[in-house]
């Protein structure tokens, strides 16, 4: 499998808008909550079983995505009755996308420019692995887009990029090719460093690094590569 790993960046050409989309996987909230303490959202949407998590969060949506085969009847009552507006997406069942790719593209129509998913890994690995994909579509779309959760912090890179001890997710940082391969991996400022290291598909070769000062970064020539950031 051939990637392009050049994709155009439509960042620097509209004003940026950051959405949170919260799908119907399992959410500790606990941590929701402390993570939404800390950051701001232009856009807010629920993505079927999602909207129950926004209910207990008490954050208001801006968009409601699904078939709503997995909400409770009485709080998808309750937002139908709201005052607010809100913009409605309702899907069949019986479709050729998920309802977390659909609210992707209604949070990209609506102007977002980057998204945070929460909810998109607990339950189903199936749904897990989906999600991680569409973090990849995001990227081709020129769409910065993480998925966050009480242990990890998960993107998709198509360039090398820096990372701060004082930002990090947790104490571990790993790497793994999401293309058949990706050529000339250089880790400096890891535990575990590397100079133009090729790996392939199949390799825990990048897992479980570490940094060892304040700032490390990861520079590679061809490729796409999963970042996950995490702690125990």
């Known amino acids: 499998m051939k990637v392009n790993s050049s994709y155009p960046d439509r960042r620097e050409k509209q004003?940026?808008?950051?959405?949170l989309i919260v799908t119907g996987g399992t959410i500790d909230y606990e941590f929701a909550c402390g993570f939404l303490e800390t950051r701001t959202f232009d856009k807010v949407i629920a993505v079927d079983g999602g909207l129950g998590?926004?209910?207990?969060?008490h954050l208001k949506p801006d968009v409601i995505a699904g078939d709503f085969d997995t909400i409770d009847?009485?709080?998808l009552e309750e937002y139908k009755n709201s005052p607010d507006q809100v913009i409605w997406e309702v899907h069949k069942p019986e479709k050729d996308a998920?309802?977390?790719e659909l609210a992707i593209s209604a949070a990209i129509n609506l102007g977002c420019t980057k998204l945070v998913l929460l909810g998109a890994t607990g339950g189903r690995l199936d749904h897990f692995l989906g999600n991680l994909h569409l973090l990849y579509d995001c990227l081709k779309r020129g769409v910065e887009a993480a998925i966050a959760d009480e242990k990890n912090w998960i993107t998709i890179l198509d360039k090398g990029r820096s990372f701060s001890r004082d930002e990090a997710m947790g104490k571990y940082i790993s790497f793994l090719p999401l293309s058949e391969e990706v050529k000339g991996?250089?880790?400096t400022g890891f535990r575990y460093p590397l100079y133009k290291k090729d790996i392939e598909l199949g390799t825990s070769l990048c897992i479980s690094n570490e940094l060892v000062?304040?700032?490390g970064t990861i520079d590679f020539d061809f490729g796409i590569l999963i970042c996950v950031e995490s702690h125990d």
């Open 213 to 215: 000062g304040a700032e």
């Open 98 to 100: 998920t309802d977390t």
């Open 73 to 75: 009847p009485k709080v």
């Open 53 to 57: 998590a926004l209910h207990k969060l």
């Open 15 to 19: 004003k940026e808008m950051t959405g």
């Open 185 to 187: 991996i250089t880790l």
